[in-house]
């Protein structure tokens, strides 16, 4: 079920500084007009942020006792492909000098109190929502590096991080999808109409091409390994 189509369109919903006649337009108090979520859209950060935040204090104490001892095999080596421990050790797992892993403790702790507060009904300011699209902006550019570097450089994949990836595709977009339908992110109205009346519908096609294009570039970069060991 599309998450944006749970529930009626929150309060204020529509209203952006190319809208014209919206609450605010043109001048400061726009930014801070309180806009609401769909209770679909807050179940999403709840579950979707829940999930990329186990992953991600798993993926923690198995780095910390990797560190304690080098010789630890963390629970998610399965085969020479489906390794976190080849992942673990190499400096792409510590792209900004600490474990990613912790990287996405602190953003989906933040994810996950965001959903909670939104089931609430709470209606929070715009520059807030434009603030989570840009976390969500990074972590979804963060990991196509991290998908692009697992695939054709380390050469195997964390199951985990499979978990993180699955979490941030729909995060960013259904975000970007409330967004724009809001009137958080400026679009004209005629196309913000068209978001409303038919982009939400058929936003749930995204998330699931992203998907299946994981899923294909994985089967093919590892096809030597699965033909020859199935």
């Not at 204020?12 to 801070?32: Q, R």
């Not at 403790?105 to 699209?133: D, E, K, N, S």
Request: with cysteine; proline share 6%; hydrophobic share 50%.
């Amino acid at each position: 079920m599309n998450p944006e189509l749970t529930a009626a369109p929150a309060a204020g919903a529509g209203v952006g500084p190319s809208g014209g006649s919206g609450v605010g337009a043109g001048d400061g108090s726009w930014i801070t007009h309180r806009v609401g979520a769909t209770r679909g859209y807050a179940w999403l950060l709840l579950v979707a942020g829940a999930l990329g935040l186990a992953a991600a204090i798993t993926l923690t104490l198995e780095k910390i006792r990797l560190l304690e001892n080098p010789h630890y095999t963390p629970s998610c080596n399965i085969n020479p492909i489906i390794s976190c421990g080849s992942v673990m050790r190499t400096a792409q797992a510590s792209a900004f000098g600490f474990p990613n892993s912790l990287i996405g403790v602190g953003a989906f702790a933040v994810v996950v109190t965001i959903g909670v507060v939104a089931l609430t009904g709470v209606r929070l300011p715009r520059w807030f929502w434009l603030g989570l699209q840009a976390g969500t902006l990074f972590g979804i550019g963060f990991v196509c590096w991290l998908i692009d570097q697992t695939l054709y450089s380390i050469g195997a994949v964390c199951p985990y991080c499979i978990v993180v990836w699955t979490a941030t595709i729909p995060l960013f977009w259904f975000t970007t999808v409330h967004n724009l339908r809001t009137g958080t992110l400026p679009l004209p109205s005629g196309a913000r109409a068209w978001v409303q009346r038919t982009g939400v519908r058929w936003a749930w096609v995204v998330p699931v091409a992203g998907y299946a294009v994981i899923v294909l570039l994985v089967l093919n970069r590892f096809w030597w390994y699965w033909s020859t060991h199935m």
